[in-house]
C-alpha cells in the first residue's frame, strides 16, 4: 500500500504543487524510469466526460473598436455547457445519477493584434495545450468544472415511479440524453401510456431549450438600465431649496412670512422647502430638501440646518450607492454590500463555541497533524473562519457588479432561480486569483508563505471550518454533494499515512527532499500535496461557503437596488415558475412577477349606513354577517369593514370579505380546448373542473351545477367522490376526511411535440377540491381570482413541475450559463463600440447631452442620448500627458487585476493565523462606518450645495433617516 492507502498520488519525486490546474476529472500518475530512480515523466488522464456541448456561447472583441473583419478580433472566449455528464466505468459510458452539470470555459486570442488589445495581458496556460485554428489565433481550456443541484429529490423518483428513466441511468449510455427519457415517461403517465416516440420528442425538447435560452438572453441584452454608465444631470434648481411656509395655500419665503404675520423669529415654527411644497400641492417632483428641527440638529428657525437627499442615480454611478449606501445614524442601519461589521459578529460567536484543540498540549513533535485537521488556536480557527467569509463575499460582490444585467432583470435567488454552477465559477477564479495573491513577483520570489501554498492552505481550511460547523450543529442543512465530498475526504484522511522519521530518510534519499530538510516541514509539504490531490474534492465544499454567502448579500443587493431606483421590484423575475406561465405558455395572460396584493371587488370602499344581507362579509369567528356596517382606514391606507353604521371609539369587530369579493389582480388562463403551442410558447396551460371524473370548462361546469333540481344540497350530497369521513375506531369520533370531492378545480400543463393539436401532450395536473358548499354558493373559476393563483402556486410547487424545471428544462443552469458570460464579458466589452468626437454636433458624439429648454419662462434641463459608445482609441489615449499611460493609467492600458491589494492583505492576516500555534492574534480588523463613508464620498457629488452662500454651507448636514426612511429621533 502506498503511503495514501491505495490512492493514486505523487508522493515520491514531483512537487505536485506546481504541476498546472487540468480542470475537471483529471488524474495524475508518475510514470518513473526504473532504471534511473531519479528519472521519470508525469502522466496527466483526462477521464471520460461527455464530448458534444448542449449549449455554446461565445463572445469576440471588437480590437477596440479597430476589428476590420470576423478575424479581426483582440480577445474573445467560449462558455460551453454539458448536460447531465457522462463517466466512463469498464471502458463504456453511463450518465450520471444526479441533476449534474458541467461548464468549460476556453480562452480565445489573436496574437496577430495583440498589441492593441487586452489580449496581451492573458496568461498562457502552463501545459501549453493550445489549439490553433489559425497561424494567428489559439484557444486553450481556461476552466472547467462541474456542479450538481436539486431536482431529483422527490417521493415519485425514490419509489421507483420512473422506470425507464432509472434504468437509463443504471446502463450504458445510447448517447441518448436522460432528460428526453424522464419527460417520455412523465407524458406516458398523465395520458394512458400514449406519448411521442423518443425522436420526436427530442426534436420538440431541443425546440424548447433554444425557446427557453432566446427568452433568457434577450431578457438582459434588453436590460437598458444595468448597460448605463456616465454621469446623470442633477436638476436641483435654487428655487427648489428656497426656505419658506405653506401659508393660505401659497409658498412664501419664511423672511416674507415673518413680516406678513408679524412673527417674531423666536416664535417662528419651522418652515418647508419650496420642492416639499411643491410636492405637497403641486404634484411636484419627491422631495429632496429637508430642513431639519433645530432642537434637535442644531441652528434655528431662521436658519435651520438641511440635508439634500441624493438624487436617484441609474446605471453605474448608482452602483455607489449599492455598495456604500448612505450610513444612518440610527437603527435599523442601511448596510454596505459585503457588511464587514457581520462577520465580525460571526468571529464573536464562532470564537466563544470553538472548543480548545487537546492537541495543543502535547509535544509538536509527538502529534499527528493530517490534511484537513490542521492544529489550531481557538482565535486562530474564528479569524480563519472571518476570513473565509470575507473572501466569499468580496468576491461574490465583484461577481454580482460584472452580472449586473443578470442580476437586475432575474432576482439572484441561489436556490431556486440560479444553479450551483455560478458559485462553482466563483471558486475558479477564487483559485486563479489567490494562486496569484502576491502582485510582486520579486517579493513572492523571496516568500516562505508561497502564493500556491496559500491557496490550497485556504482550502483545507475552508473545509475544515465547514467540517467544524456542521459538527456542532452550525449547519444543518448540508446538500448531498456536500456531504458525499466531506466523506470521501475524512476517509482520506483516515488512510492518509502521516510521515515519519523513516519516510523522510527515504525522501532524501530518492531526491524528494533536500538534504537539510525538516521532518516538520517535510510533514507540511505533504499535507498540502495532499489537498492539492484532493481539491476537486474540496472545491465542492468551497463552493458550499460561496452559496451561504451568496444567499446573505443578495438581500442587501436587491434591497440597495430598489431603495436607489436601479431596479423596479415589479419589473424583476423573482419566480422562474411565474416566468414560465408568463412568457413560454400559451393560452395566459398573466402578471406575476410583481408584488400580489389582494383587493375587494363588488364593496363599497368607503361609507357608513351600509347594509349587507349575509352573502358578503363574515365575522372573526366565520360566520356570515347580517346587518349594518361601516368602512374605516388601516394604517396602510387599506379599507377596513367594521361591524355597525358608524365608526366610534368603541370596541367594535372587523368583518372579513367572503373569498368571491377577493380578487388578485393576476390575468387569467384560458379554459381546456383546442390550444395548441408555438415555437417561441412550447407549453400550453388551461383551466378545468372536475366533475365525477369528467373534464369540463368552468363555464360548462357553472352550467351543470346550477341545473340541479336541488340547489340547497351540499356538493357532496351529490358528487361525494371518494371523499369520506375518518371515524376513531375505538371512540367513534370524527377525526376529519379522507379522499376527494367529485368536484375540483384543475390547472393542466401540456407540451407541445408536433404540428396540430393531435400533439399536445398532458405533462401535469394539480387539482384542489371544491368547497363543500350549497350547491347555489358553488365558486366558480375566474380570472383574478384567488382559486387560480392557488392553483398556479400548486402547479409550482408540484414536484414534477420542479423535475421539468430544473432537469428536464433546467433553467436555473441556463440562467447561471448566461450570468457567467455576462460576467466575463462585461470588462473585455468596454470601450469596444467606438464613434469619433471630432466630427458632427453633439447629437452624433458618444455619450449624453444637455439642452435648456426656455420655452416656457424657465430654463429646463433635458437629457439627450447620443450614439452609444466612446470614443476611438485614439481619442481616448492622445499622448503621454493626456492618460496615455506616462503618468496616469487609463482603461485601455489597465490589466484588468481585481483586488490586487485585496488578495495580498488577506494573504498576510491568512498566513499570520494559520501559523500562529500559540499567539492570540486579536480581533480582526473593523471597517469603520467613518472609512465606508469616506468610500462613497469619493464617488459622490451633491450639486445642490452650489445654490447655498458660503455661511450657510455649515448648517448642511448628513443623511438624519434610517433604513426604513424614517427621521432620526436622536442617535443611536
Known amino acids: ?160 415511479e420512473y422506470t425507464k ?64 454608465y456616465g454621469a446623470q444631470l442633477d436638476d436641483l434648481s435654487a428655487a427648489q431649496i428656497e426656505y419658506g411656509m405653506d401659508h393660505n395655500g401659497s409658498f412664501m419665503l419664511f423672511k416674507d412670512y415673518l413680516d406678513a404675520t408679524d412673527t417674531d423669529t423666536d416664535d417662528a415654527p419651522l418652515g418647508i422647502s419650496r420642492m416639499q411644497y411643491e410636492e405637497d400641492n403641486d404634484g411636484g417632483a419627491p422631495n429632496r430638501v429637508i430642513y431639519l428641527d433645530p432642537l434637535v440638529y442644531g441652528g434655528s428657525h431662521l436658519n435651520p440646518p438641511v440635508y439634500l437627499k441624493p438624487s436617484n442615480k441609474t446605471g453605474w454611478l448608482g452602483m455607489v450607492d449599492v455598495l456604500f449606501p448612505e450610513l444612518s445614524p440610527c437603527k435599523p442601519k442601511s448596510t454596505d454590500l459585503v457588511d464587514f461589521g457581520s462577520i465580525q459578529s460571526i468571529i464573536d460567536e464562532s470564537y466563544s463555541k470553538i472548543p480548545v484543540d487537546q492537541r495543543l498540549k502535547s509535544d509538536p513533535d509527538c502529534v499527528t497533524e493530517k490534511p484537513y485537521n490542521r492544529i489550531l488556536e481557538r482565535h486562530s480557527k474564528a479569524g480563519i473562519e472571518g476570513l473565509i467569509h470575507a473572501m466569499c463575499r468580496i468576491f461574490v460582490s465583484i461577481n454580482f457588479l460584472k452580472s449586473l444585467a443578470t442580476f437586475t432583470k432575474f432576482k439572484p435567488d441561489f436556490k431556486n432561480n440560479f444553479s450551483s454552477l455560478y458559485a462553482a465559477y466563483v471558486v475558479e477564479l477564487m483559485e486563479e486569483e489567490l494562486k496569484d495573491a502576491q502582485p510582486n513577483s ?69 531526491g524528494d527532499a533536500w538534504m537539510f530538510q525538516t521532518l516538520n516541514n517535510y510533514r507540511y509539504e505533504k499535507n498540502l500535496e495532499a489537498i492539492k490531490e484532493t481539491e476537486e474534492i474540496a472545491k465542492i465544499v468551497l463552493k458550499e461557503f460561496v452559496i451561504m454567502e451568496m444567499g446573505y448579500m443578495s438581500d442587501i443587493f436587491m434591497k440597495n437596488l430598489i431603495d436607489i431606483g436601479i431596479v423596479d421590484k415589479d419589473n424583476m423575475v423573482e419566480n422562474l415558475g411565474h416566468y414560465i406561465l408568463e412568457n413560454l405558455t400559451t393560452n395566459t395572460d398573466l402578471t406575476l412577477s410583481k408584488e400580489l396584493k389582494e383587493e375587494v371587488e363588488g364593496l363599497p370602499t368607503e361609507g357608513d349606513e351600509l347594509y349587507t344581507n349575509g352573502d358578503e ?21 387599506e379599507t377596513i369593514y367594521m361591524v355597525g353604521e358608524y365608526h366610534t371609539e368603541d370596541e367594535h369587530d372587523a368583518l372579513r370579505p367572503f373569498a368571491n369579493k377577493i380578487i388578485v389582480p393576476i390575468g387569467s388562463i384560458g379554459p381546456i380546448g383546442m390550444i395548441t403551442g408555438t415555437d417561441s410558447q412550447p407549453f400550453i396551460a388551461e383551466t378545468y373542473i372536475k366533475i365525477a371524473d369528467q373534464y369540463k370548462t368552468p363555464l360548462e361546469a357553472i352550467g351543470i351545477m346550477m341545473a340541479q333540481p336541488d340547489r340547497t344540497l351540499n356538493i357532496s350530497d351529490v358528487y361525494p367522490g371518494s371523499l369520506r369521513l375518518k371515524i376513531d375506531p375505538q371512540t367513534g369520533k370524527e377525526l376529519g376526511t379522507t379522499g376527494q370531492l367529485g368536484v375540483r378545480y384543475g390547472l393542466r400543463l401540456s407540451i407541445q411535440a408536433g404540428p396540430g393539436t393531435s400533439s399536445k401532450y398532458t405533462i401535469i395536473e394539480v387539482e384542489i377540491d371544491a368547497l363543500d358548499l350549497p350547491i347555489e354558493k358553488f365558486q366558480p373559476l375566474e380570472n383574478d381570482s384567488k382559486l387560480l393563483l392557488c392553483l398556479i402556486n400548486n402547479l409550482v410547487d408540484d414536484d414534477k413541475f420542479k423535475m421539468l424545471t430544473k432537469y428536464i428544462f433546467p433553467l436555473n443552469k441556463i440562467l447561471s450559463t448566461l450570468a457567467i458570460y455576462n460576467d466575463m464579458a462585461f470588462l473585455p466589452s468596454i470601450g469596444e463600440v467606438t464613434t469619433t468626437l471630432n466630427e458632427g454636433s453633439a447629437e452624433d458624439k458618444p455619450g449624453k447631452y444637455v439642452v435648456i429648454d426656455s420655452s416656457s419662462g424657465t430654463d429646463i434641463a433635458k437629457v439627450y ?23 496616469t493609467l487609463h482603461f485601455d492600458k489597465w490589466n484588468r487585476s481585481l483586488m490586487v491589494k485585496s488578495k495580498s492583505r488577506v494573504k498576510k492576516m491568512f498566513k499570520d493565523y494559520y501559523n500562529s500555534r500559540d499567539f492570540d492574534p486579536g480581533d480582526m480588523p473593523k471597517v469603520s462606518d467613518s472609512y465606508i463613508a469616506s468610500l462613497r464620498a469619493a464617488f459622490s457629488m451633491s450639486p445642490g450645495e452650489r445654490h447655498f452662500p458660503w455661511f450657510k454651507k455649515r448648517m448642511l448636514r448628513s443623511n438624519p433617516f434610517n433604513a426604513n426612511g424614517e427621521l432620526c429621533k436622536k442617535k443611536d
Open 865 to 887: 442620448p447620443g450614439v452609444a459608445g466612446w470614443a476611438t482609441k485614439e481619442q481616448r489615449e492622445s499622448g503621454m500627458f493626456e492618460g496615455g499611460g506616462f503618468f
Open 165 to 228: 428513466f432509472k434504468s437509463v441511468l443504471s446502463s450504458p449510455s445510447d448517447l441518448l440524453i436522460p432528460q428526453v427519457v424522464l419527460l417520455q415517461e412523465m407524458i406516458e403517465k398523465q395520458n394512458d401510456g400514449m406519448a411521442p416516440p423518443l425522436g420526436a420528442l427530442k426534436d420538440a425538447y431541443d425546440q424548447t431549450m433554444t425557446s427557453i435560452f432566446s427568452k433568457f438572453a434577450n431578457e438582459i441584452y434588453t436590460n437598458k438600465a444595468a448597460f448605463e
Open 442 to 510: 520579486f517579493i513572492e520570489f523571496f516568500s516562505p508563505f508561497k502564493d500556491d501554498e496559500f491557496w490550497y492552505a485556504f482550502l483545507e481550511q475552508s473545509v475544515q471550518t465547514y467540517a467544524r460547523k456542521v459538527e456542532t450543529g452550525a449547519i444543518e442543512d448540508v446538500p448531498p454533494d456536500v456531504l458525499a465530498a466531506l466523506e470521501k475526504l475524512q476517509n482520506y484522511e483516515s488512510r492518509y499515512k502521516y510521515p515519519d522519521p523513516d519516510d523522510l530518510d527515504e525522501a532524501k534519499d530518492i
Open 617 to 637: 362579509l363574515s365575522t372573526p369567528d366565520g360566520e356570515p354577517y347580517t346587518g349594518y356596517y361601516h368602512t374605516s382606514i388601516g394604517d396602510e391606507g
Open 1 to 160: 500500500m502506498d503511503r495514501h492507502g491505495g490512492f493514486d498520488n505523487l508522493f515520491d519525486e514531483v512537487d505536485l504543487l506546481v504541476l498546472p490546474d487540468y480542470g475537471y476529472n483529471v488524474t495524475v500518475e508518475p510514470k518513473f524510469n526504473e532504471d534511473d530512480f531519479g528519472d521519470g515523466r508525469v502522466k496527466f488522464n483526462r477521464r471520460g466526460r461527455k464530448k458534444k456541448e448542449d449549449i455554446k456561447l461565445t463572445f469576440r472583441d471588437n480590437a477596440q473598436g479597430e476589428k476590420s473583419s470576423e478575424d479581426g478580433f483582440s480577445y474573445g472566449f467560449n462558455v460551453k455547457l454539458y448536460l447531465s455528464d457522462l463517466v466512463s466505468e469498464s471502458g463504456e459510458a453511463f450518465n450520471r445519477p444526479d441533476n449534474n452539470a458541467r461548464i468549460m470555459i476556453e480562452k480565445v486570442i489573436n496574437e496577430g493584434v495583440m498589441d492593441s488589445s487586452n489580449a496581451s495581458l492573458e496568461n498562457v496556460p502552463e501545459d501549453g495545450k493550445l489549439k490553433r485554428t489559425s497561424d494567428s489565433i489559439i484557444t486553450y481550456r481556461a476552466y472547467e468544472f462541474l456542479s450538481v443541484d436539486e431536482g431529483l429529490d422527490n417521493e415519485e423518483l425514490d419509489n421507483g
